[in-house]
């Protein structure tokens, strides 16, 4: 159980250009997603806390209208880098914790992360 | 804001020996401590966590012990083995309040030689 999805699991883009990345949690509800940005050899960097039916807070220095982040639904948040350009590329994973009612989980499970490589 | 500090940075041990890595935390309110294995290219694994009502915690191989009143914490992995080579990351969090927000260390690199 406790499986988070992500799509696509690679992408090339030109600069320029929108990119979206889905993340689903397969079989659980989440209430609570988050974004997190990570480069090489190094640790995950908070992006932004993606809430079904709200606005997604996003961490200090995160642009929000670059990266503009959807949870539309219990078991799908939406990351968009819009105007993608190389300093974007990078390696982007959503984690998701369970909810069940009023009740969340601790734990937080990932996704297998989406590689961005725009060119 | 919690500042998680993680040590060493690398560590390479023979199959078979053990490996210890440490954590230390700023904000004595948080409550929940994961550890995660992260192997080249995929994303961040869960494999153990501690609450901070319990001292220590045990599954199979690994264990974590908290040190509530020195905020440290550590990970122990037993007879170690060529496929706990990956990067481990512990983490702290004041879940499930502020949205269980996870404040990471900067990694362990693992390598386990045959």
């Known amino acids: 159980g406790a499986v988070v999805s992500q799509h696509p699991s690679r992408v090339i883009c030109k600069s320029g250009t929108s990119v979206k990345i889905e993340c689903r949690s397969l079989d659980f509800q989440a209430t609570t997603m988050f974004w997190y940005r990570q480069f090489p050899k190094q640790s995950l960097m908070l992006m932004a806390t993606s809430n079904e039916g709200s606005k997604a807070t996003y961490e200090q220095g995160v642009e929000k209208d670059k990266f503009l982040i959807n949870h539309a639904s219990l078991t799908l948040s939406t990351l968009t880098v819009t105007s993608a350009h190389p300093e974007d590329s990078s390696f982007y994973i959503c984690s998701a914790r369970w909810t069940s009612g009023l009740r969340s989980s601790y734990e937080q499970y990932f996704g297998p992360g989406t590689r961005l490589t725009v060119t | 804001g919690e500042n998680v500090e993680q040590h060493p940075s690398t560590l390479s041990v023979q199959e078979g020996d053990s490996a210890v890595i440490k954590c230390t935390y700023s904000?004595?309110?948080?409550?929940?401590f994961p550890w995660y294995k992260q192997e080249l290219g995929k994303g961040p694994q869960l494999i153990i966590d501690?609450?901070?009502?319990?001292g220590e915690k045990k599954d199979q191989r690994i264990a974590v012990t908290l040190n509530k009143t020195a905020k440290h914490f550590s990970l122990h992995i037993t007879e170690t083995q060529p496929e706990d080579s990956a990067v481990y990351f512990c983490?702290?969090?004041?879940?499930?309040?502020?949205?269980?927000?996870?404040?990471f260390g900067a990694g362990t690199q693992v390598v386990v030689t045959p």
């Open positions: 501690i609450r901070s009502n319990v």
């Open positions: 983490a702290a969090s004041k879940a499930p309040g502020s949205w269980g927000k996870l404040q």
């Open positions: 904000d004595s309110a948080s409550n929940y």
